[in-house]
């Protein structure tokens, strides 16, 4: 195949490995016009145009749909890097969630059969937890919120976990904790959209072990997390400063969502 600029359609095509189909389709759309044509009216592309193409295939090999893809390449750059830096943070979450799938696969595949299957006391949970013994608020949270479907939620399903499923809860809780943790480190704001992605993953968590969080709970368990020293204290065992961090980060997520 010939090196020489400008290519036409089937060149592209075939040094892409698009469809003609494809490339038609992006012109149309106006994500890629070819910068020029020939006497016979056929497309023909420069190296701008092929570079402009490589640009279009990595965003949406990270997810963005089409539509997106042409808004934000004719965006400002700092429009383009904040996309960007917000797919990455919800990317390294993805990535957190499959290394702890991995992670509990391998457990169960290291238990023996039947181990696990029963339903936890709190002196097991406590073993689990290092010592941490969430039951010490029980009385109190029941006070605050033991008439609502949320408290009804949690207690109905936490009653039936298992030590596999308390593992499983403080690996992710853990995992939660690395990921504000590193955005710490990197001196990333928490209103930001990459903090604002973890957010969004806690709230995940809350819903995928306890029960369904509305927004405005949401805000006020991160007003609980600082108001509370108890609370602050126990967060903070994972890094100085964490409670603050995620209550902001939360709490930004949820003025974001309106």
Known sequence: MSQRAPWTVGEVADLTRLSIRTLHHYDAIGLLR???????????????????????????????????IARLLDAQESE??????????????????????????????????GEGAFPMNNDDIKEIFDGFDHQQY??????????????????????????????????????????????????VSPTSTEAQAVAAEHRAYFQRWFYDPSVEMMRGLAAMWVQDERFTRNIDRARSGLAAYQSAAVTAWADAQG
Not at 37 to 48: D, F, I, Q, V
Not at 92 to 101: N, S
Not at 156 to 171: L, N, P
């Open 138 to 187: 029980e009385s109190e949270v029941q006070e605050r919120w033991g008439d609502t479907d949320a408290y009804r939620q949690s207690a109905e399903r936490t009653r039936r976990y298992t030590k596999a499923d308390w593992t499983r809860i403080k690996a992710e809780g853990e995992a939660l904790n690395a990921q504000y943790t590193a955005l710490m480190d990197r001196g």
């Open 34 to 68: 070819p910068s020029g044509r020939s006497e016979g009216n056929y497309r023909l592309y420069t190296p701008a145009d092929l570079g402009r193409l490589h640009r279009v295939l990595t965003f949406r090999d990270l997810g963005f749909p089409l539509a997106e």
């Open 80 to 113: 383009q890097l904040a996309a960007l830096n917000l797919r990455a943070a919800l990317l390294r979450t993805e990535l957190g969630r499959v290394q702890r799938q991995l992670e509990q696969v391998t457990s169960l595949l290291g238990e023996r059969p």
